[in-house]
């Protein structure tokens, strides 16, 4: 950050010279004036060089920045390229007029944005531009040795099908690239409708994600493929209960694995337990005696109630198999269910709405 210094300088260079410039408007139309320095021209003299080597100080830095300014629009002219015949790079077939925007200055094959001049298909995706997410390797005199896409997204008009999701290409679809670079594996889309769970139809807007298997402490390897995340303010019903949020894990044939991080949309009586609408929920997976068995998580400001028993307050999980069996009590932490706090910053908007429970399931 520059100094006190160099500011007080910068304005005194400034003043300077709108003196200097008043003094030569003021010589140039006073005869009087003019008659004046002529008596004195010594001192008048010294007096403007003053001035002007004050106000130098502005005019030189003034320089530099346009300099400067020069120096980055060539570079930045360097990294724009376009096509002027159809070319294969990075693993794509480019057709003759795509505009690229290139990582390094010069070299089309590092591009990291692509705009073609007409939709092309790609990878199976009717696509309009190319975004690609590049590693740089570097040698031991930290020059750029080598530039790789490491993920590469396709954009595009409308809905369209990557790996067999349904996706909104305008928000665009990602793949991890291939030993070629190109688009390989699909990693990640914003889901649009049409996209199916058990029967049900998984909110448009979700986001999709490959997950390769969640692999835990200790090496284990979990069979989940695919996460879906559900905003919250977005429902879904999963195994008899409908729930806000959630992350949903599925398997490569696209059944339910596990579900983590939602809420009940509605109040649940199950087994004796009564909830509250908000309550966490998530499953047990590996955390219960039994995979398909729930996990409850009751909030500070909403206990669970069970019958005869008082209350389930905050910090306790309930693992309950869905015919209402209690597996256990157990403390948050051991279940991974974790306790964040929660800041509140003045002119921040509103956080989301949780999902309003539909009349007749209260």
Same mark, same amino acid.
């Given at each position: 950050?520059?100094? /006190?210094?160099?500011?007080?300088?910068?304005?005194?260079?400034?003043?300077?010279?709108?003196v200097l410039?008043?003094?030569?408007? &003021?010589?140039?139309?006073? =005869? %009087?004036?003019?008659? $004046?320095?002529?008596?004195?021209?010594?001192?008048?003299?010294?007096?403007?060089?003053?001035?002007?080597?004050?106000?130098?100080?502005?005019?030189?830095?003034?320089?530099?920045?346009?300099?400067? !300014?020069?120096?980055?629009?060539?570079?930045?002219?360097?990294?724009?390229?376009?096509?002027?015949?159809?070319?294969?790079?990075?693993?794509?077939?480019?057709?003759?007029?795509?505009r690229?925007?290139?990582?390094?200055?010069?070299?089309?094959?590092?591009?990291? %944005?692509?705009e073609?001049? !007409?939709?092309?298909v790609? /990878?199976?995706? *009717?696509?309009? +531009?190319?975004? =690609?997410?590049? =590693?740089?390797?570097?040698?031991? /005199?930290?020059?750029?040795r080598?530039?790789?896409? !490491?993920?590469? *997204?396709?954009?595009?008009?409308?809905?369209?099908?990557?790996?067999?999701?349904?996706?909104?290409?305008?928000?665009?679809?990602?793949?991890?690239?291939?030993?070629d670079?190109?688009?390989? $594996?699909?990693?990640?889309?914003?889901?649009?409708?049409?996209?199916?769970?058990?029967g @049900?139809?998984?909110?448009?807007?979700?986001?999709?994600?490959?997950?390769?298997?969640?692999?835990?402490?200790?090496?284990y390897?979990?069979?989940?493929?695919?996460?879906?995340?559900?905003?919250?303010?977005?429902?879904?019903?999963?195994?008899?209960?409908?729930?806000?949020?959630?992350?949903?894990?599925?398997?490569?044939?696209?059944?339910?694995?596990?579900?983590?991080?939602?809420?009940?949309v509605?109040?649940?009586?199950?087994?004796?337990?009564?909830?509250? /609408?908000?309550?966490?929920?998530? #499953?047990?997976?590996?955390?219960? +005696?039994?995979?398909q068995?729930? &996990?409850? #998580?009751?909030?500070?400001?909403?206990?669970?109630? @069970?019958?005869?028993?008082?209350?389930?307050?905050?910090?306790?999980?309930? &693992?309950? %198999?869905?015919?209402?069996?209690?597996?256990?009590? %157990?403390?948050?932490? !051991?279940?991974?269910?974790?306790?964040?706090?929660?800041?509140?910053?003045?002119?921040?908007?509103?956080?989301?709405?949780? #999902?309003?429970?539909?009349?007749?399931?209260?």
């Open positions: 950050m520059p100094s /006190a210094s160099f500011y007080l300088m910068l304005v005194l260079s400034f003043v300077a010279g709108l410039v008043g003094w030569w408007c &003021v010589l140039a139309l006073s =005869r %009087r004036a003019r008659g $004046a320095f002529g008596r004195h021209p010594v001192l008048w003299g010294l007096c403007m060089a003053l001035l002007a080597a004050l106000a130098a100080f502005d005019v030189w830095l003034y320089l530099g920045y346009r300099e400067i !300014e020069r120096d980055i629009a060539q570079r930045q002219a360097a990294k724009r390229f376009v096509l002027g015949e159809a070319m294969t790079l990075g693993g794509i077939r480019l057709p003759a007029g795509t690229l925007e290139l990582d390094q200055a010069d070299q089309p094959a590092t591009f990291v %944005r692509a073609l001049p !007409e939709a092309a790609i /990878a199976g995706v *009717t696509t309009t +531009s190319i975004q =690609r997410q590049v =590693r740089r390797d570097y040698d031991d /005199a930290y020059e750029v080598r530039v790789r896409a !490491e993920e590469v *997204t396709l954009v595009g008009p409308g809905d369209q099908v990557a790996d067999g999701w349904r996706c909104d290409a305008t928000a665009g679809i990602q793949f991890h690239a291939g030993a670079e190109a688009p390989a $594996a699909l990693y990640q889309c914003t889901l649009a409708g049409g996209n199916l769970l058990d @049900r139809e998984l909110p448009a807007a979700a986001r999709l994600l490959a997950t390769g298997g969640t692999v835990y402490i200790g090496g390897r979990a069979d989940d493929r695919w996460r879906v995340d559900l905003s919250t303010g977005r429902a879904i019903e999963l195994r008899g209960l409908l729930i806000d949020g959630p992350s949903i894990y599925l398997d490569a044939g696209r059944e339910l694995v596990r579900v983590e991080s939602g809420e009940l509605c109040p649940l009586d199950l087994g004796g337990i009564a909830y509250p /609408a908000g309550t966490r929920v998530r #499953s047990a997976g590996r955390d219960g +005696s039994d995979t068995a729930w &996990v409850f #998580s009751p909030r500070e400001d909403a206990p669970a109630t @069970r019958a005869g028993q008082g209350e389930i307050t905050a910090g306790t999980s309930v &693992v309950q %198999r869905a015919d209402g069996e209690v597996l256990a009590l %157990r403390r948050n932490d !051991e279940v991974g269910v974790m306790e964040f706090m929660t800041l509140v910053v003045e002119g921040a908007p509103p956080p989301p709405t949780r #999902s309003v429970c539909p009349a007749g399931q209260h």
